[in-house]
């Protein structure tokens, strides 16, 4: 087996950057995986599946490049909030590898670290408010900077096992992460007595982006006061929600 030289991967994923294909020619014919290093990661094919993969690449970013250019942003509520649970549209290009790659119409518009940290949530804090901000182990260095310029000071993180996920780099990434902020006093928000929030929880993934539903009913069962969703795709009672996909509704 002959290896040729490393390809970069077209519109390489910045969540993955050293993901490369290999071109490979086995007995006269030429295939292609795509590599993180030395490791293997995904099988693409021959010349006619490498073309399909590429392809569909281009439609995945074509796809994100039209989403992100829908620039209305829906005016912030006005009511002042104990509690502010979000899960932003970090702004990840796309990779086609296999299972992980969600369809294109699942697809959402993200928003830029600049754009985020302009939205005007100081406005919604209540004197006593925490903040539950989710990021991905990319988005991590972001997420803190984030909720450091929405004026929240940083607690503790919380960590979703999902139960699978990408396996790059000689890792597993099968967890998420929420940051917890605060302003004001804790222990006016979250209870101190009864069942604590765990630092780590498990339950399965669902569809690409979804969160668990046990995020939920633990700020539910563990904070006092007005809560709100920011980005939230669905209503949900006792909650006041804000995003594009419940305004469209």
């Known amino acids: 087996m002959r290896m040729h030289p490393k390809i970069r991967v077209h519109n390489a994923n910045r969540e993955h950057p050293k993901l490369w294909i290999k071109k490979k020619i086995i007995k006269g014919q030429i ?29 995945l970013e074509s796809k994100k490049k039209a989403l992100t250019q829908r620039t209305y942003i829906p005016d912030m509520p006005s009511g002042k909030y104990n509690v502010i649970y979000a899960d932003p549209p970090w702004d990840i290009e796309s990779m086609v590898l296999e ?57 503790c993180l919380l960590t979703w096992d999902k139960g699978g996920g990408w396996c790059v780099g000689g890792f597993h990434r099968k967890t998420e992460l ?36 046990i995020m939920y009913e633990l700020i539910e069962s563990r904070t006092i006061g007005k809560r709100i969703e920011l980005f939230a795709r669905n209503k949900r009672e006792g909650w006041d929600v804000w995003g594009l996909d419940v305004n469209d509704k």
């Open 178 to 213: 929420v940051l917890v902020g605060y302003r004001g006093i804790l222990s006016n928000v979250v209870k101190e007595k009864g069942e604590y929030i765990p630092t780590l929880f498990y339950e399965k993934k669902t569809t690409h982006s979804t969160k668990p539903q």
């Open 99 to 155: 299972k992980w790659e969600s369809p294109l119409e699942d697809k959402y518009p993200t928003m830029k670290l600049k754009l985020l940290k302009n939205l005007k949530i100081e406005e919604l804090c209540a004197d006593d408010c925490v903040c539950f901000l989710w990021a991905t182990h990319t988005t991590l260095p972001k997420a803190f900077e984030l909720l450091r310029d929405w004026r929240f000071k940083y607690h």
């Open 31 to 59: 295939y292609y995986a795509i590599y993180d290093g030395k490791h293997f990661v995904k099988h693409i094919g021959n010349a006619e599946a490498y073309t399909k993969y590429l392809n569909d690449l281009e439609k």
